[in-house]
């Protein structure tokens, strides 16, 4: 009778405790948590199997030039990833997500964990705000021996912003090896249905 009342215990307490995520990440991950500006932000995708996309990211025709389909890879040395090694770069301490957009646009919508690095801030800096910024992603006494992995992204395979912040980066001697390209970036992000933040309402 003990044994009968552990079974029904047991299969009733497993049937509340089990992951009930309808759309998952991956097989083997339902969800994430991670931090944006100190808020504990879970990180999973729309449960709604209908949704619908209903911004401008819903777009597939944008005029070329400007918005252009960018190659795969920004330069022969920088590893171009997708959404789950974003995803486990997002996880990793020693790894900064860098979302090279305008700051109007990262404070109307990001990814969560993102930090704002203009792509245009290497090119309208004096040399002491470049220095003074590289020094942040950890270059020090002339080397990047302990610089950060930076993973960067923009709007999408057709913003050329991210991939003129790694030019830029490259230029002022960053290692190739700690900048990753995110290609498929907001655009790729929002089509999963993965969870954004959003810094301001948008007026627009």
Not at 43 to 57: E, F, G, K, S
Not at 86 to 99: N, P, R, S, T
Not at 113 to 142: H, M, R, V
Request: hydrophobic share 35%; aromatic share 12%.
């Amino acid at each position: 009778m003990k044994k009968l009342l552990f079974i029904l215990i047991f299969c009733f307490t497993s049937s509340i405790f089990a992951d009930e995520t309808l759309v998952k990440i991956s097989k083997d991950l339902p969800y994430f948590y991670t931090y944006h500006q100190g808020k504990k932000i879970k990180v999973a995708r729309i449960q709604d199997p209908q949704n619908r996309l209903n911004d401008d990211y819903t777009k597939t025709s944008r005029e070329c030039p400007p918005f252009c389909i960018h190659p795969m890879r920004v330069n022969d040395k920088v590893e171009t990833i997708g959404e789950l090694e974003f995803i486990k770069y997002m996880q990793d301490k020693d790894a900064l997500i860098v979302d090279a957009r305008l700051k109007s646009w990262y404070e109307l919508e990001t990814i969560p964990s993102a930090i704002n690095i203009p792509y245009n801030i290497f090119e309208n800096s004096d040399q002491k705000k470049i220095d003074s910024l590289l020094k942040l992603l950890g270059k020090s006494n002339g080397d990047f021996k302990n610089a950060k992995t930076l993973v960067l992204f923009c709007n999408g395979i057709w913003c050329d912003q991210s991939p003129r912040l790694i030019r830029s980066l490259l230029k002022y001697g960053y290692p190739p090896s700690k900048l990753k390209y995110y290609r498929n970036g907001f655009q790729g992000w929002k089509i999963f249905g993965l969870t954004t933040v959003v810094l301001k309402e948008n007026k627009r």
